[in-house]
């Protein structure tokens, strides 16, 4: 049997999601918490093998939970269901250690799916949240990157100064700022210094 915590703030949400679990032959809900803090507590007493875990609830969001969860000597598998489908409520709950994230609108067999797999040491992910981790992972990996140095003068450019000044402050020779600055153009595919500091600033590397 795989033994199961619930934790969600909504007890009609809560009632209709244990009810899911507690048809299938092979799971057993262990307990039900309306709280983050409560799950960890109830994880710690019960040693259920998957935490079935909301994120926005009250004293303890399921992020945090999570992280506490995993501290144990056994921790259990964390499985998110929830509403939210944000970037930032998708990479903070993977971040915290979570084996999956689902929606709450997913049918029942895809749950009782998610909770085998995550259970037997797999990722579950529901269809949209997979696809948005692909778009950050996508849009992350097209930030170039600079070298420390290259960075440094482009500060300097962008605090006005010119290339003269920039050698001086950086005790370096004027053609080496040139070529530094080459490899930025290089990297930011823009042509001029008000543009590289403008498409820097944008990918948040200013």
């Known amino acids: 049997m795989i033994r199961v915590v619930v934790a969600d703030d909504h007890p009609i949400v809560r009632s209709g999601v244990v009810a899911t679990l507690a048809a299938a032959p092979d799971i057993e809900v262990v307990a039900e918490a309306a709280d983050g803090a409560e799950a960890v507590r109830l994880a710690e007493a019960s040693a259920p093998d998957v935490v079935l875990m909301d994120l926005r609830m009250p004293v ?3 992020a945090l939970a ?3 969860l995993l501290t144990a000597a056994h921790p259990p598998r964390v499985l998110v269901l929830t509403t939210y489908d944000t970037d930032d409520d998708i990479i903070a709950a993977i971040e915290a250690g979570a084996s999956g ?8 067999e895809e749950i009782l799916a998610a909770v085998r797999a995550v259970h037997a040491g797999k990722t579950a992910l529901a269809p949209s949240i997979a696809a948005a981790l692909v778009s950050r992972v996508r849009s992350t990996a097209a930030v170039p990157r600079l070298s420390g140095r ?8 962008a605090s006005g100064l010119s290339n003269p000044q920039i050698a001086a402050r950086l005790f370096i020779g004027e053609a080496t700022v040139k070529t530094h600055l080459v490899h930025v153009f290089e990297k ?7 543009r590289a500091v403008t498409r820097a600033q944008e990918l948040g590397l200013l």
Do not use: N
Request: charged share 30%.
């Open 101 to 108: 994230y689902l929606l709450k609108a997913a049918p029942a």
């Open 150 to 157: 290259e960075l440094e003068v482009l500060r300097l450019v």
């Open 188 to 194: 930011l595919a823009v042509d001029d210094r008000t």
């Open 60 to 62: 303890l969001g399921g």
């Open 66 to 68: 999570t992280e506490q």
